[in-house]
């Protein structure tokens, strides 16, 4: 059975297996539906041009895992940002684990998913937001709505910051040949909150794995977010991560996205404004090799005055990996005074790697200032021979090239481990160990 018909077939078994109130009822058979009617992207849309899921389809991912299983601690700390303290919401084949996670509810939520589904008491904060700015028409987004139930649920109230970083972890033990998750995160933050928040999505063994994550950010009034998305995978993992924000006036939302890992990450960004005076911060740093393949496609959907963003993507590739960069800015009629940049500069290490960039402007308004750029090109052989004639050997010199080129983003990084951590990921990358404090 083609993996299509196993998820439709799943659906009824999926709602029967969960308490569902009428109206999610209705949400996920609409969702369900359009699924059935476009199935998964292919290379005939535009957006999905240089990204095939074939290879990934054919696996026979089960829809269910058949047993819970457990992880100890100790297995997996290296994943955690253990050097400070956090909350955790913690996942293990998609099923909550409790001995792992650290939630809360003093002053603000910080739980599960399928707790704010099913429970009155959140109902209010579901109506207002669950898969309110979610793509109704993407098909894995649909695909998504319709099996939503666990997942990370984060909910600031008005004039809140949180006191430690919030770490989001899905692992998967491998106990299933393959497996299918779908995680389903809502963050809403208050009015003149600010919190920071980290996902990543880990496989403990070599068995295929498909994701397919949607999470949904609300930002009120002058709230500030800062997310960060880990994906330093192995190479039997395969994640496709839908993130949608809703920012409203003066509010400020950087999402930061490191990818290192995993055989197939599309990661798919999408950025609407809703008031005055916002700014909206895309960053994202990618250095694969092997035959791994990362595809950003970004969209920013500027429809007020006087608002910002700024997309800075760097890309190393080596071996036959592949990358994709397909940013769109799209200014609407009233959004005068809109100032937006967009640049994707990328180091080809082979020959045979490759990278495919498409940055794109769409402007209605006549009163901007907008920009995009894309570079693709190779180390600078100047500057290697200037380093190697002082005594750093070629290796060394060309990770410190590649280093410097990332470092704009890695700057971006406002938590001081997590920079540490992020810069020692990306000097194992580069196969170097770095001659100075990380």
């Known amino acids: 059975m083609e993996l299509k018909e196993k998820l439709l077939s799943s659906f ?19 969702a369900i ?16 041009k240089y990204t095939s899921l ?50 809360t509810h003093d002053g603000i939520d910080v739980c599960l998913m399928s707790s704010a589904l099913n429970k009155p008491k959140y109902k209010m904060v579901i109506d207002a937001y669950f898969n309110q700015i979610a793509s109704k028409e993407e098909s894995l987004t649909s695909l998504n ?14 004039s809140k910051v949180v006191d430690k970083p919030i770490e989001i972890m899905y692992f998967s033990t491998g106990s299933e040949a393959r497996l299918l998750v779908q995680p389903r995160n809502l963050v809403v933050v208050g009015e003149n909150s600010h919190v920071q928040i980290i996902e990543r999505h880990q496989c403990l063994n070599e068995n295929p794995v498909l994701t397919n994550s949607v999470t ?25 991560d839908n993130t949608y924000v809703s920012q409203q006036k003066e509010t400020n939302v950087s999402i930061n996205t490191f990818s290192f890992g995993g055989n197939l990450t599309r990661n798919n960004l999408n950025f609407y404004h809703f008031g005055e005076r916002i700014v909206s911060n895309l ?23 006087n608002c910002e963003s ?19 800015i799209f200014v609407e009629r009233e959004a005068q005074k809109t100032n937006a ?4 500069n990328n180091i080809l290490l082979s020959d045979k790697a490759t990278i495919n960039a498409k940055p794109q402007l769409e402007i209605f308004a006549d009163d901007v200032k907008c920009s995009h750029g894309c570079t693709i090109g190779q180390l600078d052989e100047t500057a290697m021979f200037y380093m190697q004639q002082r005594g750093i050997p070629k290796k060394e010199a060309k990770a410190l090239l590649m280093y410097a080129f990332s470092n704009a983003v890695i700057e971006s990084i406002k938590i001081p481990e997590l920079k540490q951590r992020i810069t020692k990921i990306i000097a194992t990358r580069l196969g170097v160990k770095m001659g100075f404090d990380l």
Request: no cysteine; net charge negative; charged share 25%.
């Open 54 to 103: 074939n290879s990934i389809l054919k696996h026979d991912f089960s829809v269910f895992p058949k047993s819970e299983n457990t992880v100890e601690f100790a297995e997996v700390k290296k994943y955690f940002l253990h050097e400070i303290d956090t909350y955790k919401v913690v996942f293990v084949d998609g099923v909550f684990s409790s001995f792992l996670s650290s939630t």
């Open 33 to 48: 539906k359009n699924f059935e009617n476009k199935g998964f992207p292919t290379k005939k849309e535009e957006a999905w």
């Open 145 to 158: 709505t319709a099996f939503a139930n666990e997942g990370a649920y984060i909910n600031i109230p008005k």
């Open 12 to 30: 009824m078994a999926f709602e029967e297996r969960i308490d569902v109130t009428s109206e999610l009822h209705d949400v996920r058979t609409l």
């Open 341 to 344: 940049f967009q640049k994707s």
């Open 310 to 328: 700024h997309q800075d993507y760097k890309g190393i590739f080596s071996d036959r990996a592949t990358g994709v960069f397909n940013g769109k």
């Open 216 to 240: 949904e950010i609300f930002a009120q009034k002058r709230a500030i977010v800062d997310y960060y998305k880990i994906q330093n995978d192995n190479l039997e993992a395969n994640l496709i």
């Open 283 to 305: 960053n994202g740093i990618t250095i694969i090799g092997d035959k791994q393949h990362v595809d950003h496609y970004t969209l920013v959907q500027h429809s007020t005055p």
